[in-house]
């Protein structure tokens, strides 16, 4: 139970933080304060929406859950007044994007492992539900997608939903530290400019 | 009963409606007469679709009734014949859209609220209904989505879905008022050139 | 029973193909090894998945049958080694992309007839079994949808679903037959650059 509330809380958490990202990226790209709502809200639940849909679950989660729905624009409309008061508003997505990346990436193999899937797909659905919202907004605004740019991206959401995947049955402390793993592998990786080798010999470019 | 005899008519209508400007944003793109049924389908049926697949339903609304497919093919096929015709096709894919959008959008939400769905899941259902189709047609198309464009759009889409949410249970022409509600809103955008405003002051461009 | 198991191992090359032809296209856009999985992932099950979602099955096929996500997986792995063997990955691509495209087509009928769909239904879920894929790998990469293309494709994949919804009644042979047909017109539209008339006048251009 009270392990239900703590992931219901960082479930919120994830989105809120994820619909920001997509806010600020309507900010970008000069919206207005519908796109924020439409890209906020897109990009907070698109995710768990599509890990839903895969999963076969009854209901969408936010068919009765609606405060996922007011979450999303209450942080995109907050985004509209505040992003203003941000020097770099490319940072401040960039690092809120990577908070998300952890918090999703861990929370959609939690709910695939309570929905009884194999591990690989516990793994799958963890990286779909970090990714698939970035995705839909890079795609939609035409920007060249996170997912695919050269940093170590989709590798830290797959070390997120595998640690959780793996540790979960071992240890009660198997969400934090997926969670951490996770974080501080994309952190490095935006810090350190960390990436894994491209394909084709340097020679061929 | 009768309700619901309209409420089918006004949709194949819809679908209709928008399955030609599937077709015609394919022949800007000078596609052959299958790009034209494909984007004329998936235009006409693919709002419904992710509305009854995030629903939940038993079976998908074309599943069973096949004519919703027939009438987008025709309606492509018929396109295909008679858009030589038209002086300026943008113009009339503005119109076709305008229309299909109002319908949609408060058809949507019909649906949405038949469900048991929330006020604000049955806004966005109706939302989605409105805007998935051309969203899909507009990304593969590679064309600047009329979604993101300057006008108000999904302003439109919300307030038919939001008129019908809130009025069906005071009035039985809640389905007519939301849908001129939406369409009197979008017409006034186009002609007028209504935009809410954009994010950034003017200074920052 | 022994045809159901031809079925899957048709469908389990289709999948090997598909995740070849996705992880092909990842090694154009020079990604790195999780990038080949993921396109390889994508482009092998994104036509099923889709398909499995809109009949609405249970649960979706990798969801207990995991050896489709390893078979992806393993295929891009390999492609990541083994694509430098090839001069003209370009080439490759095309035709393994060609050979999914027959399988594919073919396989999304037989499911949907299994599962009682109406035959206009079938031909659908045929076509789009075997372009989804495709068509997500292309638009996250960024290239022209091969779908668009001007040769025909979308065509070939009508052909095959179509021959198995009409053909399966009749005869034992529908699979290999429309198998057949799909890749023959398909190969024809390549080699010999066949094309449908496009829309609008030579003049006009």
Known sequence: ML???????????????FAISGALAAAQGRHDVLGF???????????????????GVD???????????????????ATWFLAPLFDSISKVLLWADAVGLALFSVL???KAVQFGAPPIVAVGMGVMTATFG???RDTLLNKEPVLLGPEIYVTAAVLGAAAYTLLHSYTDWALPIAIALAFTLRACAIVFDL???????????
């Open 3 to 17: 392990m239900n509330d703590v992931i219901t809380g960082v479930d919120l958490l994830a989105t809120a933080v």
């Open 108 to 110: 959609g193999a939690v």
């Open 37 to 55: 709502i439409l890209f906020g809200t897109i990009t907070g639940i698109g995710g768990g929406t599509l890990r839903d849909l895969l999963l």
């Open 134 to 136: 970035s995705m839909i």
């Open 59 to 77: 209901s969408i989660f936010w068919f009765t859950r609606t405060e996922y729905l007011w979450i999303c624009m209450g942080a995109s409309v």
């Open 195 to 205: 990436r894994l080798p491209k394909y084709g010999k340097p020679a061929d470019e």
